[in-house]
Nanobody, 128 residues
Framework: QVQLVESGGGLVQAGGSLRLSCAAS????????MAWFRQAPGKEREFVAA????????RYADSVKGRFTISRDNAKNTVYLQMNSLKPEDTAVYYC?????????????????????WGQGTQVIVSS
């Protein structure tokens, strides 16, 4: 059974940093794209970042470019999201996601329909 488990969320002041982790089990995702999404209260889930299996291709939402960095350790089947210069509008539940297979264009990475597996989410709260 595939499981994605996020960790690393918490409460941080504006301008601070957090590092989220997503550990996958039940399947090796080392050859798949992986992504982070987030959902703020009362809003739809939105794309944050995604990367190819070798991080040669990376995509970011405009709202996080220059502040967030996605990375991965394929040996650990884990993907990370380093979040710097956090803003109150970054407050959300953050989810990692993995597709069913290592196929499909990176042009679809921002679509949550591209992904078959989702974690339970980790809460990030940024205070002003």
């Amino acid at each position: 059974q595939v499981q994605l488990v996020e960790s690393g969320g918490g409460l941080v002041q504006a301008g601070g940093s957090l590092r989220l982790s997503c550990a996958a089990s039940g399947r090796t995702f080392s050859s798949y794209a992986m992504a982070w999404f987030r959902q703020a209260p009362g809003k739809e889930r939105e794309f944050v970042a995604a990367c190819s299996w070798n991080v040669a291709t990376i995509r970011y939402a405009d709202s996080v470019k220059g502040r967030f960095t996605i990375s991965r350790d394929n040996a650990k089947n884990t993907v990370y999201l380093q979040m710097n210069s956090l803003k109150p509008e970054d407050t959300a539940v953050y989810y990692c996601a993995a597709p069913e297979g290592p196929y499909g264009s990176s042009a679809r990475w921002h679509q949550d329909s591209y992904y078959a597996y989702w974690g339970q989410g980790t809460q990030v709260i940024v205070s002003s």
